[in-house]
């Protein structure tokens, strides 16, 4: 067990070890870079998460007690590399596990809203969860109301889904795999159908309750790429999806110049007045990360640098609101109020009174971008009656394998 | 008495010549400060050294009597010997002519190779001076003058001593010296030395009168425009400068010394012998000693040396003088500055009064205080660095009391000196609490002294900041030093950021080899092109099609600034 004196992790000059003890596995964080420990333990639980989503809580669990000693990666093959992407995701993309938010792709919200109400209406006995997504961003998603009225969806979960469709695995074609969603329920899963549209990166997943639906969702999936033509979003997420001329996969994205703040280079903008009902799916909108942070050097400075951030705004000790923070190669503005978390990183030669004139263009744009930039109400729908009596308990999950 | 007590001091090459005895006669020619030593009438050998020469003159003569007297001529020219009385001998056949005579009765005489003026004393009582002048081959007369002896009693025959009567140049001008050894008013007691001012034209007038308070045998020497008074008694003198304001009575004035009485500081003479005798240790000169023979203006010969003197002086002695110095200087300043301001109102054209003012021999400028008594008194090794250091800083010290603008190779003297003895801590204090001023000379020394001294760099800069027409040096000085977003970040402070070129900036952002640099300094002059001409580009004129594909190359084409329409 972690001692309780181990629990801010330990320093030695140039490392930090963070330990997390989740059931018999021990999870360890040997880290040089400026995380905090707090930071670190989020990624262990994000690491524990996606072995979880492969076994389940309760199945690791049985492992162990079985047998003390099993060598679990005989069962995590295969998932290497999705953790690998996860750890990378942190010094490249750091936006979602730092901010526990969802990215969105960013579309037309008549496009959006019409994409939500087309996966409302194909549905599929079980089907709990369909979400649509774009280079590992999310495009729209639809929860069934019975199963996931009472709990939230975690954006962790859906966060994990995103990451879990991007594997080689699912690259092409259509596939069926179970998944557990750790936050939702560590302990059961979801029978997932993975298939690529029209052979572009748009993602269509449909996680159900039933094993032997993999037709129904097959026959579910057709729906939606009919519907998606007819509405020519095949069109418009394409453009989404080539907006950047990155050459990574992580595509849809805008450019920081769209906003016009002249130095500005890049930014995280996680608003925090959702409506109630809209708890489901905390966001957050970041755009491309574009020159001067084309290397990947620079981009886990650039990483770090936020890491850093965000760990002296949420100090428990200490915390702050607002850090101005100038130095060689950027001038650094973080800023927490009740209506937003935002991280800027701007030129160094901006000067005070340019920081601010860039951060109130930056709010004026996601203001008047906000529909295109995030999902403002996530849609539900409610399955067709249960039919068969292998219907799980309301909450529509097996548990155990 | 430690050495900062003496401000008198005997130069440091005496001229040395064996001791007259019955064999070797010495001869002194006041004229070219000359020994002469003559053994055996010449024909051993005849020594002649100088003050001013390095090698002692040596021949031979043939010994064709007593010599009672040998000069030189003017550089060493002509030789002139005389034997007996009335016969001068030259050699080579060179002859003689007589130019003028005169006939007077004449007691002694005293001439002054200087102003070229002898002085007959005639009558009996021996007061009655008769001066002529030489020049050009002609001898003129001047007007006679009578030296006022003092009261005497009955018995004493008083009449006037060759030995009380010296010939000097005070600033410029010919005064003879009287040393009077009772006062003649009878309620002051001590000697007095009466000084006669002797003009090329005109009467003789009496002028001064120096007071000396006490009585005894006395010595005069005149040294730069001051006169010396020696008192052997006491073994201390006096300094006294004419040019001081002392007390004025309608015709003469009175002055009392300069500084207190001291003595002239102690002098060892190295024995200069044969080589197996070096061993013995140098001795102690006699001063103010009764062999002492003193010739005009400051040269004093003891029996078996020769000697001259000049100033040393301790630190608050040394302030006076400074004091004294600049209290002259300041006077010439003002003058020199009133008549420029009243011939540029165009006065001088209505008063022909107006004249420049002379400077004369008592204004010291900085310039002449820093190359012929700073510089070397800088170089001497013995000296202590911190009194060096110190007689800097009084002379300084005293130009500020005066309100005379120090000359900047003054505070770059100080800083030399300073970093020669690694007083840095001093350097910085003094910079820090403005002791130096600011200029831009003095700001680019502190520079180059950064690898002694780090802190140098910044101390620097921050002096050419406080002079606000140093910004070009300032921008100059960050970018040698690869500080290039600091150069742009001081050029907007001050507003010039619209005026520099985008050139010279990218050039220096590129020479760090730090492409995120590179393209923050980009991004601005993008920017300001933007700003300026409503596009982000580049014009020719701005050379900087390099860079822009240095740019394109590191970051894409797509990383340029797109044109913003407002």
Same mark, same amino acid.
């Given at each position: 067990?972690?001692s309780?004196?181990?629990?801010?992790?330990?320093?030695?000059?140039?490392?930090?070890?963070?330990f997390l003890?989740?059931?018999?596995?021990?999870?360890v964080?040997?880290?040089r870079?400026?995380q905090?420990?707090?930071?670190?333990?989020?990624?262990?639980?994000?690491?524990h998460?996606?072995?979880?989503?492969?076994?389940t809580r309760?199945?690791?669990?049985?492992?162990?007690?079985?047998?003390?000693?099993?060598?679990?990666r005989?069962?995590?093959a295969?998932?290497? *590399?999705?953790?690998?992407?996860?750890?990378?995701?942190?010094?490249?993309?750091?936006?979602?596990?730092?901010?526990?938010?969802?990215?969105?792709?960013?579309l037309?919200?008549?496009?959006?809203? #019409?994409? /939500?109400?087309?996966?409302?209406?194909?549905?599929?006995?079980?089907?709990?969860?369909?979400?649509?997504?774009v280079?590992?961003?999310?495009?729209?998603?639809?929860?069934?109301?019975?199963?996931?009225?009472?709990?939230?969806?975690?954006?962790?979960?859906?966060?994990?889904?995103?990451?879990?469709?991007?594997?080689?695995?699912?690259?092409a074609?259509?596939?069926?795999?179970?998944?557990?969603?750790?936050?939702?329920?560590p302990?059961?899963?979801?029978?997932?159908?993975?298939?690529?549209?029209?052979a572009?990166?748009?993602?269509?997943?449909?996680?159900?309750?039933?094993?032997?639906?993999?037709?129904?969702?097959?026959?579910?999936?057709?729906?939606?790429?009919?519907?998606?033509?007819?509405?020519? #979003?095949?069109?418009?997420?394409?453009?989404?999806?080539?907006?950047?001329?990155?050459?990574?996969?992580?595509?849809?994205?805008?450019?920081?110049?769209a906003?016009?703040?002249?130095?500005?280079? !890049?930014?995280?903008?996680?608003?925090?007045?959702?409506?109630?009902?809209? *708890?489901?799916?905390?966001q957050?909108t970041?755009?491309?990360?574009?020159?001067?942070?084309? *290397?990947?050097?620079?981009?886990?400075?650039l990483?770090?640098?936020?890491?850093?951030? !965000?760990?002296?705004? !949420?100090?428990?000790?200490?915390?702050?609101r607002l850090?101005?923070?100038?130095?060689?190669?950027?001038?650094l503005?973080?800023?927490?109020?009740?209506?937003?978390?935002l991280?800027?990183?701007?030129?160094?030669?901006?000067?005070?009174?340019?920081?601010?004139?860039v951060?109130?263009?930056?709010? *004026?744009?996601?203001?008047?971008?906000?529909?295109?930039?995030?999902?403002?109400?996530?849609?539900?729908?409610?399955?067709?009656?249960?039919t068969?009596?292998d219907?799980?308990?309301?909450?529509?999950?097996?548990?155990?394998? | 008495? /430690?050495?900062?007590d003496?401000?008198?001091?005997?130069?440091e090459?005496?001229?040395?010549?064996?001791?007259?005895?019955?064999?070797?006669?010495?001869?002194?020619d =006041?004229?070219?400060?000359?020994?002469?030593a003559?053994r055996?009438?010449?024909?051993?050998?005849?020594?002649?050294?100088?003050? =001013?020469?390095?090698?002692? $003159?040596?021949?031979?003569?043939?010994?064709?009597?007593?010599?009672?007297c040998?000069?030189?001529?003017?550089?060493?020219?002509?030789?002139?010997?005389?034997?007996?009385?009335?016969?001068?001998?030259?050699?080579?056949?060179?002859?003689?002519?007589?130019?003028?005579?005169?006939?007077?009765?004449?007691?002694?005489?005293?001439?002054?190779?200087?102003?070229a003026?002898?002085?007959?004393s005639?009558?009996?009582?021996?007061?009655?001076l008769?001066?002529?002048?030489?020049?050009a081959?002609?001898?003129?007369?001047?007007?006679?003058?009578?030296?006022?002896l003092?009261a005497?009693?009955?018995?004493?025959?008083?009449s006037?001593?060759?030995?009380?009567?010296a010939?000097?140049? $005070?600033?410029?001008?010919?005064y003879?010296?009287?040393?009077?050894?009772?006062s003649?008013?009878?309620?002051?007691t001590?000697?007095?030395?009466v000084?006669?001012?002797?003009?090329?034209e005109?009467?003789?007038?009496?002028?001064h009168i120096?007071?000396?308070?006490r009585?005894?045998?006395?010595?005069?020497?005149?040294?730069?425009?001051?006169?010396?008074?020696?008192?052997?008694?006491?073994?201390?003198?006096?300094?006294f400068?004419?040019?001081?304001?002392?007390?004025?009575?309608?015709?003469?004035?009175?002055?009392?010394?300069?500084?207190?009485?001291?003595?002239?500081?102690?002098?060892?003479?190295? $024995?200069?012998g044969?080589?197996?005798?070096?061993?013995?240790?140098?001795?102690?000169?006699?001063l103010?000693?009764?062999?002492?023979?003193?010739?005009?203006?400051?040269?004093?010969?003891?029996?078996?040396?020769?000697?001259?003197?000049?100033?040393?002086?301790?630190?608050?002695?040394?302030?006076?003088?400074?004091?004294?110095?600049?209290h002259?200087?300041k006077?010439?300043?003002?003058a020199?500055?009133?008549?420029?301001?009243?011939?540029?109102?165009?006065q001088?054209?209505?008063?022909?009064?107006?004249?420049r003012?002379?400077?004369?021999?008592?204004?010291?400028?900085?310039s002449?205080?820093y190359t012929?008594?700073?510089?070397?008194?800088?170089?001497?090794?013995?000296?202590?660095?911190?009194?060096?250091?110190?007689?800097?800083?009084?002379?300084?010290?005293?130009?500020?009391?005066?309100q $005379?603008?120090v000359?900047?190779?003054?505070?770059?003297?100080v800083?030399?000196?300073?970093?020669?003895?690694?007083?840095?801590?001093?350097?910085?204090?003094?910079?820090?609490?403005?002791?130096?001023?600011?200029?831009?000379?003095?700001?680019?020394?502190?520079?180059?002294l950064?690898?002694?001294?780090?802190?140098?760099?910044?101390?620097?800069?921050?002096?050419?900041?406080?002079?606000?027409?140093?910004n070009?040096?300032?921008?100059?000085?960050?970018?040698?030093?690869?500080q290039?977003?600091?150069a742009?970040?001081?050029?907007?402070?001050?507003?010039?950021?619209?005026?520099?070129?985008?050139?010279?900036?990218?050039?220096?952002?590129?020479?760090?080899?730090?492409?995120?640099?590179f393209?923050?300094?980009?991004?601005?002059?993008?920017q300001?092109?933007q700003?300026l001409?409503?596009?982000?580009?580049?014009t020719?004129?701005?050379?900087?099609?390099e860079?822009?594909?240095?740019?394109?190359?590191v970051?894409?084409d797509?990383?340029l600034?797109r044109?913003t329409?407002?």
């Open positions: 067990m972690v309780g004196r181990l629990r801010d992790g330990v320093n030695t000059e140039d490392h930090k070890l963070v003890q989740q059931g018999p596995l021990l999870l964080a040997v880290s870079t400026p905090s420990a707090a930071q670190l333990r989020g990624e262990l639980l994000a690491v998460a996606q072995i979880v989503s492969t076994l309760a199945s690791v669990a049985r492992i162990f007690a079985h047998k003390q000693n099993y060598d679990l005989r069962l995590l295969g998932s290497e *590399r999705t953790l690998d992407r996860l750890l990378d995701s942190v010094e490249q993309d750091p936006g979602a596990l730092l901010l526990g938010a969802v990215r969105c792709v960013p037309a919200r008549p496009m959006r809203e #019409a994409l /939500g109400a087309l996966l409302r209406r194909c549905t599929a006995p079980g089907l709990a969860l369909s979400v649509l997504s280079g590992g961003r999310l495009v729209t998603a639809a929860q069934e109301r019975n199963v996931l009225a009472e709990c939230r969806l975690d954006p962790a979960d859906l966060q994990l889904l995103l990451d879990w469709v991007g594997a080689p695995a699912f690259a074609g259509e596939a069926w795999a179970p998944v557990c969603l750790p936050r939702f329920n302990d059961g899963f979801f029978y997932a159908y993975v298939a690529r549209l029209d572009m990166p748009v993602c269509l997943l449909l996680l159900g309750t039933q094993r032997e639906a993999f037709h129904a969702m097959a026959a579910c999936r057709r729906l939606v790429e009919d519907g998606m033509r007819a509405l020519g #979003a095949m069109r418009a997420l394409g453009e989404a999806a080539s907006f950047s001329n990155a050459p990574s996969a992580n595509a849809p994205a805008y450019s920081v110049q906003v016009g703040a002249p130095g500005l280079r !890049h930014f995280l903008y996680k608003p925090l007045d959702i409506p109630d009902h809209h *708890r489901q799916l905390p957050f970041s755009p491309e990360l574009e020159a001067p942070y084309s *290397r990947e050097e620079e981009r886990q400075r990483s770090d640098l936020y890491h850093r951030l !965000h760990a002296r705004l !949420h100090s428990t000790s200490r915390p702050l850090i101005y923070h100038v130095a060689e190669k950027e001038t503005l973080a800023w927490v109020t009740s209506k937003f978390e991280y800027t990183c701007l030129s160094p030669l901006v000067t005070k009174a340019g920081a601010i004139l951060v109130t263009k930056l709010l *004026r744009w996601v203001r008047k971008e906000e529909d295109r930039l995030f999902i403002r109400y996530p849609p539900k729908y409610s399955t067709p009656p249960a068969s009596t219907q799980a308990p309301h909450n529509g999950l097996f548990t155990g394998l | 008495m /430690g050495e900062e003496y401000y008198l001091e005997l130069c090459r005496p001229v040395q010549f064996e001791k007259a005895n019955p064999v070797n006669c010495v001869f002194f =006041e004229a070219n400060k000359q020994v002469f003559v055996s009438g010449g024909a051993t050998g005849v020594v002649v050294k100088g003050p =001013e020469d390095r090698n002692p $003159i040596s021949f031979r003569m043939d010994d064709k009597g007593e010599v009672k040998i000069k030189f001529s003017l550089e060493n020219k002509i030789l002139a010997v005389q034997r007996t009385s009335k016969t001068v001998v030259l050699p080579e056949k060179r002859t003689l002519k007589l130019l003028k005579s005169h006939n007077i009765n004449v007691n002694w005489y005293m001439y002054c190779p200087e102003s003026v002898i002085l007959l005639t009558t009996v009582l021996e007061n009655v008769q001066p002529f002048y030489f020049r081959g002609t001898m003129s007369k001047l007007p006679k003058f009578e030296i006022e003092p005497a009693p009955k018995s004493t025959k008083l006037l001593s060759e030995r009380d009567i010939m000097a140049t $005070i600033y410029g001008q010919l003879v010296l009287f040393l009077r050894h009772h003649r008013t009878s309620n002051s001590g000697a007095e030395v000084l006669y001012h002797l003009p090329r005109g009467a003789c007038k009496k002028m120096l007071k000396l308070n009585t005894g045998k006395f010595a005069l020497n005149v040294v730069d425009n001051l006169v010396v008074v020696h008192h052997q008694d006491t073994e201390t003198s006096v300094i400068d004419i040019k001081l304001r002392g007390e004025f009575d309608g015709t003469v004035t009175f002055h009392h010394p300069v500084l207190p009485a001291r003595s002239i500081q102690p002098y060892q003479i190295p $024995i200069a044969p080589a197996a005798v070096t061993s013995q240790s140098p001795v102690p000169c006699k103010y000693s009764s062999s002492w023979i003193v010739f005009q203006p400051d040269i004093i010969i003891s029996a078996s040396q020769v000697l001259s003197e000049s100033d040393r002086a301790a630190l608050p002695v040394i302030a006076t003088v400074f004091d004294k110095l600049n002259e200087y006077k010439y300043l003002d020199e500055q009133s008549y420029t301001m009243a011939a540029e109102a165009g001088s054209r209505s008063n022909p009064l107006l004249k003012p002379v400077r004369t021999q008592a204004v010291l400028d900085q002449d205080v012929h008594v700073l510089s070397a008194f800088v170089e001497k090794k013995e000296m202590p660095h911190k009194f060096v250091i110190a007689v800097l800083m009084e002379y300084i010290r005293s130009l500020n009391q005066f $005379i603008a000359q900047h190779y003054l505070h770059e003297l800083i030399k000196t300073l970093v020669q003895h690694n007083l840095f801590y001093m350097l910085h204090q003094f910079l820090q609490y403005h002791v130096l001023s600011d200029s831009k000379p003095l700001a680019c020394l502190l520079l180059s950064e690898s002694f001294y780090p802190p140098a760099h910044q101390l620097s800069l921050d002096m050419l900041k406080r002079l606000s027409t140093a070009d040096e300032i921008v100059e000085v960050l970018l040698s030093k690869h290039v977003l600091a742009l970040r001081f050029i907007r402070g001050i507003g010039g950021h619209d005026n520099i070129s985008a050139r010279k900036f990218l050039d220096a952002a590129k020479q760090t080899e730090d492409n995120m640099l393209y923050t300094i980009f991004r601005f002059f993008e300001r092109n700003r001409r409503g596009s982000p580009n580049f020719p004129g701005e050379h900087c099609e860079h822009v594909a240095f740019f394109k190359q970051f894409g797509q990383a600034m044109p329409t407002f």
